[in-house]
């Protein structure tokens, strides 16, 4: 601490730069990790930005490259706003990571504040910290990104559509084999552009870190939440129902508005923003779900697994929400997507065009990608909520609940709510893309002259089984990362852990 300044009596007191950035990287094994994995999600974040920048920068005369996404240049809307959505769950992923040994953390604050440091001073420490930790990052993701542009910049062969201008709109697509880059690595985003992303991403991250202060009151004698919020019961069941009927009905209401008439950029738009609704509603309506589930259930049962897990549901409903939100998002598109593969697949079949096929594919795989890192966090939500809950359980444990039951409760603390919101995100995935692609398509078989013959309505088929692999996998996928955070649990469950702070 540097002067303490009397000013009408208040008491104002700097800190310097060398001390804020001692505080802000000291700590214990659980301070290292946490800004460890926060780290590593910012700089997949970056990276992510700055493949989206990348492909943006495409243009008709680069490539080509082995993903058909790539050299279609009409394709490179849908692959910039797939990176950007890829971000929610690396996003969501680091904020679970900042949430890793919270109690050390607060006990830490309140010992700065015992020894003089203001709660001005104890939110610098803290967004301190995880700028500090998010800049490594942005700085490890362009370092990953610069570096991989070298070494996947080795053409290999390959087959690859190639698209021929015929005149009057038309196009001809042709497969040829040559020479491919994997990636778009002969093109580099404005030097500004990519010093923006690098930068916006470590200070976004200490604003939330010092918006998420801003209800916490760091005393000398401990960390006090400002108020207790109780999870909106109305507001997100009328977002998701509004957006999930706005997509459901997008055609018909896109006739009747004239919307249909409209340019493809507004129509876009206005169908992410019922997306948006769509999946804000499921999002926020998770945490009120667990509080009814819970509510419901502690009053009816009588079994000592479900009635631990229904009373922790109540007292704390946002923590089960946040650890799920993205994987719940990662559903709702997975499922989106396979109503848009059945469709597509099925306008496509006649000329044996295996373009979209590969396309979907790729696809697919990107939907990988990002339910592993939804379930990343997931996990970590999960580990953390185990870990701050220690001394409970060890009380638990100590009072004669055989740790089997603990276990039992934390697995039916993460199932109860998100096997329902699983089935509700499914729904609406298919419904958007039945409602904005329709329900069926038109076949038109034509005369070796080219005249036309007849037209036929084929019904698109719902993908019963690609939508059962997606809701029932993720209640799976959860079930199994909670049994993993098991063996932390029975640790912490030992009466030992009383002795501890």
């Known amino acids: 601490m540097t002067a303490t300044v009397q000013d009408g009596g208040a008491d104002t007191r700097t800190m310097r730069r060398s001390t804020l950035l001692w505080l802000a990287t000291v700590g214990g094994r659980a301070d290292r990790t946490r800004i460890a994995l926060t780290t590593v999600g910012a700089a997949a974040g970056v990276l992510a930005l700055l493949a989206a920048a990348t492909v943006a920068s495409t243009g008709t005369d680069d490539g080509p490259y082995t993903s058909e ?80 542009r070298v070494l996947l910049d080795t053409p290999v062969t390959a087959t690859y559509g190639r698209h021929t201008e015929l005149g009057a709109g038309s196009y001809l697509l042709e497969e040829v084999t040559g020479p491919v880059r994997r990636l778009p690595t002969d093109v580099l985003p404005p030097v500004w552009l990519i010093a923006l992303l690098v930068a916006v991403v470590p200070a976004a991250a200490a604003v939330f870190a010092l918006a998420a202060l801003r209800r916490v009151a ?74 009814r589930a819970g509510e419901f259930l502690a009053r009816r049962t009588g079994r000592p697994a479900l009635l631990i897990a229904a009373r922790r549901l109540v007292a704390a409903p946002f923590a089960t929400s946040r650890s799920t939100a993205a994987l719940l998002l990662v559903v709702l598109l997975a499922a989106a997507i396979q109503g848009f593969r059945e469709h597509t697949l099925l306008a496509q079949r006649q000329g044996g065009n295996e373009f979209y096929a590969r396309a979907l594919d790729q696809v697919d795989l990107a939907l990988v990608v990002a339910g592993v890192i939804a379930a990343a966090g997931l996990l970590v939500g999960t ?40 089935l509700l995100a499914t729904a609406a995935g298919i419904l958007a893309a039945r409602g904005v692609m329709g329900t069926t398509v038109r076949e038109v078989v034509y005369s070796a002259t080219g005249t036309e013959l007849r037209v036929t309505e084929l019904p698109v088929p719902v993908p019963w089984e690609a939508l059962a692999v997606i809701a029932g996998g993720t209640a799976l996928a959860t079930a199994a990362l909670t049994m993993v955070a098991l063996p932390i649990l029975r640790r912490s469950a030992d009466p030992g852990e009383l002795r501890t702070a």
């Open 69 to 148: 996404l790539l050299n279609e240049p009409g394709l490179h809307v849908g692959v910039v706003i797939a990176l950007v959505l890829l971000c929610v769950p690396v996003l969501a992923f680091t904020g679970q990571c900042a949430r890793i040994g919270a109690p050390a953390r607060d006990r830490r604050l309140a010992a700065l504040r015992l020894s003089g440091a203001t709660p001005a001073d104890v939110a610098r420490v803290a967004a301190t910290e995880t700028g500090l930790a998010a800049a490594l990052g942005a700085v490890l993701g362009l370092a990953v990104y610069l570096v991989g």
């Open 218 to 291: 760091t005393t000398p004698f401990g960390v006090v939440r400002r108020q207790q919020v109780r999870p909106v019961q109305v507001l997100p069941a009328a977002l998701f129902a509004a957006g999930t009927l706005g997509m459901a009905l997008f055609a018909g209401l896109a006739r009747v508005t004239g919307l249909d008439e409209a340019r493809p950029a507004i129509i876009t738009v206005v169908f992410l923003a019922l997306f948006l609704c769509t999946g804000v509603g499921l999002v926020l309506g998770t945490a009120a779900m667990s509080a």
């Open 383 to 422: 580990i953390e909520g185990v870990l701050s809950r220690r001394r409970a359980a060890a009380a638990l444990t100590a009072a004669g609940v055989p740790r089997g039951v603990l276990g039992r409760a934390l697995l039916l603390e993460v199932l109860v709510p998100i096997v329902p919101a699983a």
